[in-house]
């Protein structure tokens, strides 16, 4: 019970993540959007890892051994990976967004050439 | 428990700044906004005892990705019309 | 098309909250928590062991000779996954690169001065530009710390030179790097592609067991090959095998990588005026 809130967190940040790409009309914003998704994913994967009263999965200095406990290591590998790649597709994505700006004069998805109204 | 309070605390700062980058209609108070949420979830990421993580975050999320954004707005428009 | 939108908005979002309440409580993960406890010597030990991360917490420092599991698991065990994840930012900064060079004239690259801190136009702060001068070198400082202390304590490649390139936003943001973009660029793609070129490389070594084996942990102490045994320890920086190395070509691939990004998107910003 004590930490639920983070679980909470996480589904409110690919919640709200979601809503702004479903619903808004700026590209950057999209991005952003995009970025707080992921930043609730990343979150969720440390929060499966943690064991209270544990360490970090390093034993330079650690506790001896009869105390010693661990957070799990896998997830914080791949979030750690992660981070670095989630950083080089939104620069990606950025720049996409600057020629979309070039060619069609907007960042509003609605008016961008080509694309049908279907509300 | 005061690691409980904290980690309440810290949640509740990470949905009213997530909020709040979406809400805002002015792109770089919107970024700003995102920025300060990577840091809180630095903090976070620091007390659930992932300071690999944390380290990447705070280099990436506080001081890389808030730059390429500004210099995007710089390229295209700041408003959200 | 909004209905739709929306439909599925709650839809997902009402699987993750039944699906938050499915899952184990926050705190109590999957696994044996005293794994650590009555390991015997031996160099592979699986008593008792449930999970994946059991089998990494119990075995790692003593197959690899890291102190830090996460970094053996992010280059030793999961290497091919790291270097998956090495080309993808290869490609990114080269397709960002070859997009981005369509946006400005070649001619109009070096038409720059460069500006010593006592000599600033009226838009860069004099605070500013001292202030990144001395704060350089302690960034670029702490990311070769994290860079070569990876196997050891909190850090590794990708962080190191994520927190290096952060140094270089900081010389962009201060204006003192404007000049010679092309000669800056070529430069740093050539040391990026060098690092990716030394993780494959290392990878190749080990080929006689498998690609990207350790072959170099437990063996001769001079090239990082001390071996430690099982439990806390003070830290020696020969251990670890191909690790270091490894960590050493992400480190240098990321911060140049990012380097790249940060200086074509700058340049390109401050030529925002000719573009129209």
Redesign the interface.
Known sequence: ????????????????????V?????L??I???L??LE?GV??FF???????E?????????????K???????P??L???N??????????M??????I??NNG???IRNLKGVED?? | ?I??VL??IL?AV??LT??L??YFRD?LA??VS?AV??LV?TV??FH??????AI??AG??AA??IS??VL??K???RR?? | ??LA??L??VL??GF??VA?NK?H?????L?N??V??D?SSAATDIINVNT??DY??RN??TETGS????SS??FDY?GF??LG?AT??FL??T??SM??SL?YKREDVDDYEFRKPNEFPGDVSRIISYGSYLLYPLIITFGVYLVIHGH???G?G??G??VMASGTALLLVSALITRHVHRTRRIFSFFESLGLTIFISMGFAGIGTTFLYNFLANGSSTLFGRAIPF?????FLNSGGVLPVLSFAIGVE?FF??SI?LVT?FH?ARHRKD?E
Do not use: C, W
């Not at chain 1, 479903?22 to 700026?26: D, E, H, T």
């Not at chain 2, 659930?48 to 993580?53: M, Q």
């Open positions: 019970m004590t930490d639920f809130f983070l679980y909470v967190t996480v589904v409110l940040l690919v919640f709200f993540g979601l809503s702004a479903l619903f808004k009309r700026n950057i914003k991005v952003i959007a970025n707080i930043a990343n979150l440390i929060v499966l890892a943690y064991r209270p544990g360490t970090a999965p390093i034993f330079t200095l650690a506790p001896e051994l009869e010693l406990r661990m957070v799990l290591p896998t914080q590998a979030i750690l990976t981070i670095v790649i989630g950083f080089a597709t939104t620069a990606l950025l720049v996409f967004a600057v020629f700006y070039r907007t960042l509003d279907h509300d | 428990m690691s409980s980690f309440i949640s990470i949905i997530a909020m980058s979406l792109l919107s970024i995102y949420m990577s979830l976070v990421y659930l005892d992932a300071p690999d993580v990447a975050e990436i999320g890389l990705t390429i954004f995007t707005i390229l295209t428009r959200e019309e | 098309m909004k939108s929306f599925s908005l997902i979002t993750l909250f938050i899952l409580p926050v705190g109590a993960p696994g928590p005293d650590l406890k390991r994946m991360d990494y917490l790692s420092q102190n830090n599991v996460v698991i992010v999961r996954d790291t994840e993808v930012l990114v900064v397709s960002i997009l981005l946006l050891l304590s909190p590794g990708f962080q030179g994520a439990g806390p320890n003070p830290g990321v990588g990012l990004i998107l390109v573009m």
